[in-house]
């Protein structure tokens, strides 16, 4: 089964009550989400609201695993998947800012020793296209995730399981098409990656971890299954089959996509951590960390290509923009002004995150369990919470 990882934005409004808690949560918005969670049959089910770089609003209702009474807590981890893209394109512009990256650098220029005998559309492939999906590398396709799988990957570092995937795709020539078009690749973002660690002299993990979550001081964040190997220390996701059998994936090598993609999708972190990732994108950095210079972090969230889908996943909509490692879209809830989101999942589990920088607003929302109905319901939750505290 393929491992895709989407993004998405949109959706549905019901009143919140206002219920004091601590400080650095906000009101809780547990009334709220218990009974979507119920309703759309979800183990669990988190969502946190900031606003001017404050936790204004959080909440986090159900279980760890299906059938079992393990409650969740505020601070439980959930997997963020495809929401790590924008933290990837981040570390890209510290690196930019630095001088030892340009957007234009070349997958040949960066990686060309590593890769012998590339083709030369791949190698001419840049930075700035990897990160917007402008590259031509197509959306996952069967011959892209057997390398994901190769079984060579157990006696491989990360950073040379990156490099092999690289070198058996970019042998193929690629389809140049003189205008920038959108295919969401996640083998463009391992890519990115790796050219990251080549210039950095350091592996994506570290670089995430040191320079991201550690100045942000997201103390919950962390790479890989968001349950400590024989325990429920964390809501862990849940398979679903082409039958509808559903089943716990707390740990091991089915509970989260190859660690070698870890560039396109892997972190995971609490909810309330989630948010301050969404805030310090919704005040552009102006708080602090400086960790990108304010034009490079414009960069980073303006649009770089439209998308026009045809028969696009659960919860993206059929047109819009990408920027890097965000999706901007417009939508009535938003009157109709374009904000960033983007969705992440590894097939287990579902996370939203929602970006408005003009309004000084983020929204996060998780749940460990995936699938349309979990979708449309962070979608709706979204939507809700945007209108209730954005305006």
């Not at 119920?38 to 986090?60: F, Q, T, Y």
């Not at 679903?240 to 740990?251: A, M, Q």
Request: hydrophobic letters at 40%.
């Amino acid at each position: 089964m393929l491992k895709k990882l989407c993004l998405a934005l949109a959706l549905l409004v019901m009143p919140l009550p206002f219920v004091a808690t601590a400080h650095a949560q906000g009101q809780s918005l547990n009334d709220i989400l218990e009974p979507v969670r119920k309703e759309v049959g979800l183990p669990a089910l988190a969502a946190a609201v900031i606003k001017d770089g404050r936790i204004i609003a959080s909440g986090a209702v159900g279980t760890r695993v299906l059938g079992r009474d393990i409650p969740v807590t505020i601070d439980d981890r959930f997997h963020i998947g495809s929401d790590t893209k924008a933290m990837t394109a981040t570390l890209a512009g510290m690196l930019v800012d630095e001088g030892k990256l340009r957007w234009d650098s070349t997958i040949g220029e960066v990686l060309g020793a590593d890769l012998p005998g590339i083709d030369p559309t791949f190698a001419k492939i840049t930075l700035e296209q990897l990160l917007s999906h402008t590259s031509g590398i197509p959306t996952d396709t069967k011959a892209i995730y057997e390398q994901y799988v190769d079984g060579k990957a157990y006696e491989e570092t990360l950073s040379q399981s990156r490099l092999r995937m690289l070198r058996a795709f970019g042998k193929n020539p690629l389809k140049v098409d003189p205008n920038p078009t959108f295919h969401y690749a996640n083998l463009g973002y391992v890519a990115a990656g790796a050219m990251i660690e080549k210039v950095a002299g350091e592996t994506w993990e570290e670089l995430i971890r040191r320079r991201l979550f550690d100045p942000l001081e997201l103390k919950t964040a962390g790479l890989g299954p968001q349950a400590t190997r024989g325990k429920f220390d964390a809501p862990v996701g849940h398979d679903v089959d082409d039958k509808g059998k559903i089943t716990p994936r707390p740990w091991g090598p089915g509970a989260d996509v190859p660690a070698g993609l870890g560039p396109a999708g892997v972190a995971h972190m609490s909810i309330l951590d989630f948010a301050r990732w969404a805030g310090w994108n919704a005040g552009e950095g102006k708080r602090g960390p400086a960790l990108v210079k304010p034009e490079t972090l414009k960069r980073i969230h303006r649009q770089h290509v439209t998308m026009t889908l045809e028969n696009p996943p659960p919860g993206t909509p059929k047109s819009g923009g990408y920027g890097l490692g965000w999706g901007i879209a417009a939508s009535p809830w938003s009157d109709n002004r374009p904000v960033l989101g983007h969705n992440g999942s590894n097939t287990m589990n579902l996370a939203t995150i929602m970006v408005d920088p003009q309004r000084d607003i983020g929204i996060v929302v998780t749940t460990n369990f995936p699938g349309p109905k979990a979708d449309e319901a962070l979608q709706s939750l979204v939507r809700t919470l945007y209108q209730r505290f954005a305006k």
